[in-house]
């Protein structure tokens, strides 16, 4: 059986779960969903990155210890994710003990490997970034993720000699041995290493909320450094079995605003520390909202607890994927979100297989006559949307799968309006057969594309499927799939 590892970035638990954040995950979660299907052995990683100044200056507005408020925020998350039917294999927190000895490890592997050096650093640091930015990205002088002005800091650190593996990161770019998905990004990545990046800190002075920097007692490990390595400690790196099984990542699914980090940081530290890279990085959009980036100053974050209560686990993740392509940045405007449940969801799938269903047990009990056969056309074009759907699915276009799904929906829904079974029953048509197995056919089809994407509904409609094929529903046992809102 091959092994597939797919990891989400661990998110900064600074603040409640947004909708950006469940895009990604939910994402992953389809992909190890669909590898399974596959006969893959699959790793599925989340976590929460839980050191840094920031965290320490929010916890002491709120008069709480770090650990207290980090713990808080982690219920929300492992919350948020149960409630959108998350099925990943580890949660990896970075004030767990394990994570700690893990990222101890591995910081000795590069300074034994000669890769961490002291020195000084003086320029603009943000703490809404956990990280240093130069003055000409500042719009008015102030961070333009953060809107707030950076703090000029001057400090010792200890440095990552980052130069050092630049030639050869970028070789493996170009060659695609690192294949960063979408090109646009592959291609960002290589003017980042010919512009000026620079060894990085990889420890931060005078911090008490971060792992300590075990050859400096002024100095913790810098939370970036300590976050990226959650891909090895999670597997219990260094001597785990899991690390020994599912090393290296074969995906990593992460945000455009940290492909630098993980493209070009993450790798020369994992040639420092003598691992093998990721195979593949998949860099997704971002999300805004009416336009605007969510912000809890303006009121526009989406919590996906919220959208899970009011249309359901497996339809807050369609909603979701099937808003714009993953590869592109996008806007929701979250009063459209009920129209496409009721346009794609209740009077698309979920009418499709309910009028489907109920023709079948109306008309013959739901025990079909499979001797019959199928028409050519409808299985024609499942063959074709079937190659297109694994086509996407291996190169990570999960809307473009799912346009290609529900296209077939139509078609179907077309043959019906077509064919009009109701009109070959009440004359007594034998064709009838033909056209209610080719309704069958079509559905399993499209309940088994649909699976990765909605399996708690999708559960649903096979259960009621083996009922309805053993002639155990009676006439007016509605599936319901989805209710309209």
């Not at 299985?379 to 996407?392: D, F, G, P, V």
Request: charged residues 30%; proline residues 4%; contains cysteine.
């Amino acid at each position: 059986m091959e092994k597939f590892y797919i990891t989400t970035p661990i998110y900064y638990a600074s603040g409640q779960p947004h909708i950006g954040h469940a895009f990604n995950v939910i994402f992953a979660d389809t992909i190890a969903r669909w590898k399974k299907s596959k006969g893959n052995d699959v790793f599925f990683s989340a976590g929460l990155d839980e050191y840094g100044s920031k965290i320490e200056e929010k916890a002491k507005k709120e008069n709480k210890e770090p650990q207290v408020f980090v713990d808080e925020i982690a219920k929300t998350y492992l919350k948020a994710w149960d409630s959108l039917g998350i099925t990943y294999s580890d949660f990896i927190r970075t004030t767990s003990a394990k994570h700690k000895a893990g990222v101890l490890e591995f910081v000795k592997k590069l300074k034994d490997n000669g890769d961490i050096y002291e020195g000084e650093y003086e320029g603009l640091y943000c703490v809404g970034c956990e990280n240093f930015v130069l003055e000409r990205n500042l719009v008015n002088g102030l961070c333009p993720d953060h809107l707030v002005a950076p703090q000029q800091i001057k400090e010792k650190n200890h440095f990552f000699n980052l130069k050092k593996y630049l030639p050869e990161i970028k070789n493996k770019i170009e060659n695609g041995e690192l294949k960063i998905i979408p090109e646009s990004r592959k291609n960002e990545s290589l003017a980042i290493i010919e512009s000026d990046v620079y060894d990085f800190s990889i420890t931060r002075e005078g911090l008490k909320w971060g792992i300590p920097f075990p050859y400096d007692k002024n100095q913790v490990i810098y939370v970036w450094a300590d976050a990226l390595i959650n891909y090895a400690t999670v597997l219990d790196y260094p001597d785990g079995e899991n690390f020994k099984k599912y090393w290296p990542v074969d995906l990593h699914i992460i945000g455009a605003e940290i492909n630098k980090f993980h493209s070009i940081y993450w790798p020369a530290m994992l040639m420092s520390a003598g691992l093998a890279l990721p195979k593949e990085i998949f860099v997704h959009g971002l999300y805004t909202v009416n336009g605007q980036k969510m912000s809890k100053t303006i009121g526009n974050v989406i919590d996906p607890i919220d959208m899970a209560d009011k249309f359901g686990a497996d339809a807050t993740r369609y909603l979701l994927l099937s808003q714009f392509p993953a590869s592109e940045h996008g806007d929701v405007k979250a009063d459209d979100f009920a129209n496409k449940y009721n346009s794609d969801l209740a009077n698309g799938v979920g009418n499709q297989l309910e009028r489907s269903f109920t023709m079948m047990i109306d008309f013959r009990g739901g025990v079909l006559d499979d001797k019959k056969g199928l028409e050519e056309k409808i299985k024609l074009l499942a063959e074709k949307t079937e190659k297109s759907y694994e086509n996407n699915f291996e190169n990570y276009k999960l809307y473009e799968a799912l346009a290609e799904v529900f296209a077939f929906i139509k078609n179907l829904d077309r043959y019906i309006n077509d064919e009009k079974p109701w009109a070959l029953n009440k004359n007594k048509d034998e064709k009838l057969d033909i056209v209610l197995n080719t309704l069958l056919f079509g559905i399993e089809k499209i309940i088994g594309w649909l699976e990765p994407f909605m399996p708690n509904k999708i559960n649903e409609a096979k259960n009621y499927l083996t009922k309805l094929t053993k002639g155990e529903l009676k006439k007016g046992e509605k599936l319901g799939l989805f209710p309209r809102i």
